[in-house]
T-cell receptor, first 113, second 115 residues
Framework: NAGVTQTPKFRVLKTGQSMTLLCAQD?????MYWYRQDPGMGLRLIHY???????AKGEVPDGYNVSRLKKQNFLLGLESAAPSQTSVYFC????????????FGDGTRLSIL | AQSVSQHNHHVILSEAASLELGCNYS??????LFWYVQYPGQHLQLLLK??????LVKGIKGFEAEFIKSKFSFNLRKPSVQWSDTAEYFC?????????????FGTGTKLQVIP
């Protein structure tokens, strides 16, 4: 089925470890987003991309890096994980004409010990 | 900067009760407004959206929302809730006229419907 696929779905890291979350979409969408969802804080935008090869900072970019080398993939990296980055991460995408994210992935639950 | 407030953090209703969830935004210009729903263990889904025109917007599953510009509000309503409506609901806003890049979400309202 068409949509947004996130891998992995769950991960436990130790403080200081690094990892990359992968988001893939097969709808040829130009825009892709990474959000984190924390209790009582809703969704907060980490980084976003308006097209292949371009990325931009959102509301809470510190401690994260992203890359959009291919249009269908948007990678979120944690170089040195911290307990404050324990969260559920959602990727989303939309087409150029849509005013808001249309499709969300199922989320990645990340715990940093 | 735009912001969105959802004052009800947790709402508990019995089946068949009427629902109204509040949403207020803080930007004075042209805005696009959205309601998303997140069922337990699932990702967010778009429930309804407002761009312009009729301020009463109808969405999926019997939900509707009314845009009241003078009150900066976009409240979500449903006349009669069902147990299957148990979910978390998020209001969101972005700037109109090309400001589509950033969508700001509210903190969410958890709705629990009791059979």
């Amino acid at each position: 089925n068409a949509g947004v696929t996130q891998t992995p779905k769950f991960r436990v890291l130790k403080t200081g470890q690094s990892m990359t979350l992968l988001c893939a979409q097969d709808m040829n969408h130009e825009y892709m987003y990474w959000y984190r969802q924390d209790p009582g804080m809703g969704l907060r935008l980490i980084h976003y991309s308006v097209g292949e090869g371009t990325t931009a900072k959102g509301e809470v970019p510190d401690g994260y890096n992203v890359s959009r080398l291919k249009k269908q993939n948007f990678l979120l990296g944690l170089e040195s994980a911290a307990p404050s980055q324990t969260s559920v991460y959602f990727c989303a995408s939309r087409s150029r004409g849509a005013p808001s994210p249309q499709h969300f992935g199922d989320g990645t639950r990340l715990s940093i010990l | 900067a735009q912001s969105v407030s959802q004052h009800n953090h947790h709402v508990i209703l019995s089946e068949a009760a009427s629902l109204e969830l509040g949403c207020n935004y803080s930007y004075g210009g042209t805005v696009n407004l959205f309601w998303y729903v997140q069922y337990p263990g699932q990702h967010l889904q778009l429930l309804l959206k407002y761009f312009s025109g009729d301020p009463l917007v109808k969405g999926i599953k019997g939900f509707e929302a009314e845009f009241i510009k003078s009150k900066f509000s976009f409240n979500l309503r449903k006349p009669s809730v069902q147990w299957s409506d148990t979910a978390e609901y998020f209001c969101a806003v972005n700037l109109g006229s090309g400001g589509y890049q950033k969508v700001t979400f509210g903190t969410g309202t958890k709705l629990q419907v009791i059979p």
